[in-house]
């Protein structure tokens, strides 16, 4: 069974530029997730999709973020303008039943100069 | 804000030696989950235990859930250099979002 996929690796950008980064979840699972994870700290939620709605995007920030996941498969989430804190790795997960055992992507490392 | 929130920060032992780390959390939940990073990876699932559930095991690993204290707790018997890694509980509350705690760096040396 092939895992979660993502891309690039890894990205570096100076700020106020823009970036976007892909995952393509497992075969089957309906429920995709963005992580964004600041060195030294736990993962935090940016965005919860079921199929291709939006379940829970409440600590995604709006006015730079945004996500999309057409056709309830991949999806690609979009920083625009970053700022450096915005410096993280970001992780995708994919669920097949939601809140249960979330499998990981292996992230991409986004440093903003 | 972080619903769970591990202990110690940092561990180091020997090999062969145990782990023991620790998960408190705040409001009541549905179910609590274990995951493993290590450096530069993704998160691995390692274990998930039901809010009626006190035990549960898998390989090397024992958690423990006291809903009452509201806290849970991950051993790692006969610890490898290879169980070298963070260690993240996450709760599953009312609603479908895990939360993440901050994590258990624990360093076994061979």
Redesign the interface.
């Known amino acids: 069974e092939a895992g979660v996929a993502q891309s690039p690796r890894y990205k570096i950008i100076e700020k106020r530029q823009s970036v976007a980064f892909w995952c393509n979840p497992i075969s089957g699972h309906a429920t995709l997730y963005w992580y964004q994870q600041i060195l030294g700290q736990g993962p935090k939620l940016l965005i919860q999709f079921q199929n291709n709605g939006v379940v829970d995007d409440s600590q995604l920030p709006k006015d730079r973020f945004s996500a999309e996941r057409l056709k309830g498969v991949d999806s690609t989430l979009k920083i625009q303008p970053a700022k450096l804190e915005d410096s993280a790795v970001y992780l995708c997960a994919s669920s097949l039943v939601t809140g249960y055992e979330q499998y990981f992507g292996p992230g991409t490392r986004l440093t903003v100069t | 804000s ?1 619903q ?1 929130e591990e202990d110690p920060q940092a561990l180091s032992i020997q090999e062969g030696e145990n782990a023991t780390m620790n998960c408190s959390y705040k409001t009541s939940i ?2 609590l ?1 274990w ?1 493993r990073q290590n450096s ?6 390692l274990i ?1 235990i039901r809010s009626n559930e006190r035990e549960k095991h898998s390989g090397r690993l024992r958690v423990t859930l006291d809903t009452s204290k509201k806290s849970s707790s991950l051993l790692i018997t006969a610890s490898r250099a290879a169980d070298t890694a963070s260690y ?1 509980c996450a709760t ?1 509350a009312a ?9 258990t760096r624990v360093l076994v040396k061979p």
């Open positions: 972080q769970g549905n179910n989950q995951y530069g990876r993704g998160l691995v699932h998930l993240f599953k609603g479908n979002k895990l939360t993440f705690g901050g994590g």
